[in-house]
């Protein structure tokens, strides 16, 4: 057998579509036609299977949940990097402050964000790393990032902590001296950041064993591949987690019209809860 790439008929791309809809709520336009022929063929083949129509066939009645698993992976698409979006950051970091340094609560220690949709843990270890260096008395405090991906291949690479030195390409020399790095050049996330991250696999589209409440939520380039019914819902749910004033940061290409009601926009691609900023200061 060879291995190529399989064919892909119309019936069968439309199949593959309701597929990955149904299992994580992922909206596949027509343009990515090409991107499921390359990754699903690679598939279908080490499975000894020659058509697209008999590899569904196989996740209906036969699959292991490791083959749906994998079946998922193979269609997400994972492009994240340090500080990605660095405005977001900036404003977490003067939000956390205010929390951290308020006069009116002294006593609080307790602090938590989520990043959803985490791929390969920059953006969490970003988080981390920032708000340790800014704020000392954090790695006192009761402060925890849960890091969730729906890809179980990229959770398992971002809890190695381990990152190629391209990776850091672009950022300041302040920032590249919040990096160690071994003898090989490999970068390597310090283990006080490390160990305040926790990753976790997570369908969005299923039970969220998570509790809030939050006092930020970073959930970018997530709802790109959504509709706007499946977007509704996930927002409303983040926003039900978030205590009130907290924020949520989207993706630059996204936007919460659809719940509108529920949020404020306050920055670039930045909304505030809109149950207000009574409990900011909340334990």
């Known amino acids: 057998m060879d291995s190529g790439e399989i064919s892909l008929s119309d019936r069968e791309f439309e199949a593959v579509r309701n597929k990955v809809y149904d299992l994580a709520g992922i909206s596949m336009s027509d343009a990515k036609r090409t991107l499921v022929v390359s990754r699903l063929s690679k598939i279908i083949r080490r499975l000894n299977l020659d058509t697209f129509s008999s590899y569904l066939d196989h996740l209906d009645r036969g699959a292991s949940a490791d083959d749906v698993q994998e079946f998922i992976n193979a ?12 405005h977001h950051f900036a404003h977490l970091s003067e939000h956390i402050g205010s929390i951290v340094n308020n006069p009116a609560n002294p006593n609080r220690s307790r602090l938590r964000i989520w990043s959803a949709g985490c791929s390969t843990g920059q953006e969490p270890y970003t988080i981390a790393l920032s708000l ?30 381990l990152y190629k030195a391209g990776d850091l390409s672009g950022l ?14 490999t970068v390597r996330i310090p283990e006080h950041a490390r160990s305040v991250v926790t990753f976790k696999s997570l369908n969005l589209m299923e039970k969220w064993p998570i509790k809030g409440p939050f006092d930020a939520v970073f959930c970018r380039n997530v709802a790109i591949y959504f509709n706007k019914p499946t977007q509704e819902k996930m927002f409303t ?13 989207i993706g630059h290409s996204e936007n919460l019209n659809s719940v509108a009601d529920k949020f404020k926009l306050v920055g670039k691609t930045i ?3 809109k ?3 009574s409990a900011r200061s909340a334990a």
């Open 275 to 277: 149950l207000g900023s």
């Open 237 to 249: 749910r983040m926003g039900e987690l978030l205590a009130p004033g907290a924020f949520l940061y």
């Open 132 to 161: 340790l260096a800014a704020y000392p008395k954090l790695k006192s405090w009761d402060f925890k990032i849960l890091a969730t991906d729906i890809d179980t291949n990229v959770v398992e690479k971002a809890q190695t902590g």
């Open 75 to 86: 269609l997400t698409t994972n492009l994240t990097r340090f500080f990605r979006e660095d």
């Open 271 to 273: 909304y505030e809860n």
């Open 172 to 185: 300041s020399p302040e920032r590249v001296k919040l990096f160690d790095r071994d003898s090989d050049g």
